[in-house]
């Protein structure tokens, strides 16, 4: 369990890394949550999104851009065998750190999107989650496809 002095810390020192299976992943009751699945997928979710008009690898280096360009936002984790890749985002005020998870799927000519924030501490999060997704989500529309 991640000690609740990483919000001390900078960056991901100190968060502990899981990977998520999100073949059989539950959400939480707690609404500090958001998760966004593709049109169709099994997987329960707060939000739908199509597919992304482009191959694995751009999709990779889209979603690296999008944390990149991103204040306060950390690598934590990649786990390529699953096609997975966790971020560490700090709240500007109190350095809350939240994780962010990306996770793609392959598909015939495009590639869906698993896009999952959730606070680390806490039960509420005032819709910070929701956010930071459909932050994510509308830089990662505004990219060029490519193939």
């Known amino acids: 369990m991640t000690s609740p002095l990483v919000l001390f810390r900078h960056g991901a020192e100190g968060i502990e ?8 992943f539950t959400l939480p ?6 998760l966004a699945a593709p049109h169709g ?10 597919p992304a ?6 999709a990779w280096a889209a ?25 560490v985002e700090r709240s500007a005020t109190l350095n809350f750190p939240d994780i962010i998870v990306a996770q ?8 869906g999107l698993i896009l ?15 956010r930071c997704v459909t932050e994510w989500l ?3 529309d505004a990219q060029p496809p490519s193939p």
């Open 17 to 24: 890394a899981t990977p998520i299976d999100f073949d059989t």
């Open 29 to 34: 009751s707690s609404p500090n949550t958001c």
């Open 41 to 50: 997928h099994p997987l329960p979710s707060h939000l739908r999104i199509p």
């Open 53 to 58: 008009p482009m191959g694995m690898d751009a």
């Open 63 to 87: 979603l690296n851009r999008v944390a990149d360009g991103r204040p306060r936002c950390f690598p934590l984790y990649v786990w390529p065998e699953r096609r997975q890749a966790q971020w």
């Open 104 to 111: 793609l799927i392959p598909g015939e000519g495009s590639t």
């Open 116 to 130: 999952y924030s959730r606070s680390l501490f806490g039960y509420s999060d005032f819709g910070a989650n929701r």
């Open 138 to 140: 509308a830089v990662l």
